[in-house]
């Protein structure tokens, strides 16, 4: 099982990163906070202080178009904010 999937780099992410030293990843949906943890200190060889996980639910959507009503939806996906310890850092574009 993969756990992390790919880092969140945006602009909110990357102000969060200057200011509380917080970095985002796309993680799967069964992974726990223990996991997720472990997976980024042995990646990127950092130590962590603490993670935070949240779960967004699938989103039914629909939009209509010439032959008719066309209905899907979007995945479940589950973000994990991960605070390092003091002078720590990662750094997503040289990795």
Known sequence: MKIIIRPIVTEKMTKQTESLNDYGFMVNTKANKIQIKNEVEKTYGVKVDSVRTMIY?????SKFTKTGVVTGKTNKMKKALVRLAKDNSIDFYNN
């Open 57 to 61: 639910a699938a989103k039914k959507k």
